[in-house]
């Protein structure tokens, strides 16, 4: 079965068929998803935010959300996001596979190992499924898009955008792009051994690399008018893992 993570700009999937609406509950809160199918594939999307971006990235239940996909039997996710380009070469409306982060966010429940004497470290060597982005890889090349590819994503608490300082300390330290939701999403998917891999928008150029002032409804109407391509990206993604 594969699972959607819908980041800011993505709260449906319109080509889910037959699709039901259902409230999942585990040991960490609740979590809602919507289930159904793209031909003979199983498919279960959640909105990270919400129907109507009502949940800040501190905030989102990320243990929850997880767990219940996991739980519905989910073994391969792809997630997206919004994203500030690093790189001055990047362009609003460019897709970004991302190959590695950098966590700066603080006080959000990172694993699903904190009972007391359960020690456990994961290997975060390769958080990526490459063969996942290989198959996202595909399908944006079918589509004819921009994208780059094995980019570093770093992962600040939100909700306010950072300052060009931050973003110019980023770079030197290797990021590519910046958002607020990738962590620890992708951690606890890798602790439960679920395949994940992540499309990202490039919404905007960051703070210091623009020198436009940044609005979260610029960040929306950029994804907004590349919707309907990231919905096209996500039906072939999910149709190519039945061939690898």
């Given at each position: 079965m594969i699972g959607i993570i819908g980041g800011s700009g993505v709260y449906d999937i319109p080509w889910l068929e037959n699709a039901v609406e259902l409230i999942a509950?585990?040991?960490?809160?609740?979590?809602?998803?919507?289930?159904?199918?793209?031909?003979?594939?199983?498919?279960?999307?959640?909105?990270?935010?919400?129907?109507?971006?009502?949940?800040?990235?501190?905030?989102?239940?990320?243990?929850?959300n997880i767990k219940a996909l996991y739980d519905s039997g989910v073994r391969n996710i792809f997630s997206t996001y919004a994203v500030g380009g690093i790189n001055p070469k990047y362009r609003p409306g460019d897709f970004a596979i991302i190959g590695q982060f950098i966590d700066f966010t603080w006080g959000r429940n990172g694993t699903f190992h904190d009972k007391p004497g359960s020690v456990v470290h994961?290997?975060?060597?390769?958080?990526?499924?490459?063969?996942?982005?290989?198959?996202?890889?595909?399908?944006?090349?079918?589509?004819?898009?921009?994208f780059y590819e094995n980019q570093v994503y770093i992962c600040t608490q939100g909700p306010r955008f950072e300052t060009p300082a931050e973003i110019k300390a980023y770079s030197i330290i290797g990021a590519d792009i910046v958002g607020m939701t990738g962590?620890?999403?992708?951690?606890?998917?890798?602790?439960?051994?679920?395949?994940?891999?992540?499309?990202?928008?490039?919404?905007?150029?960051?703070?210091?690399?623009?020198?436009?002032?940044?609005?979260?409804?610029?960040v929306l109407d950029i994804f907004n008018a590349r919707m309907e391509i990231i919905s096209e990206v996500l039906r072939l993604s999910c149709l190519g893992v039945s061939t690898i």
């Open positions: 509950e585990n040991e960490y809160g609740e979590a809602k998803l919507k289930k159904g199918h793209v031909g003979s594939l199983e498919v279960v999307f959640l909105a990270r935010h919400g129907k109507t971006h009502s949940i800040q990235p501190a905030s989102i239940n990320y243990r929850s994961t290997d975060m060597s390769e958080p990526y499924s490459k063969k996942l982005s290989e198959v996202l890889k595909n399908s944006l090349q079918q589509l004819g898009q921009n962590c620890p999403e992708v951690a606890l998917a890798r602790e439960f051994g679920i395949n994940f891999a992540s499309l990202a928008v490039i919404t905007n150029l960051a703070a210091g690399v623009s020198t436009a002032l940044i609005s979260h409804q610029e």
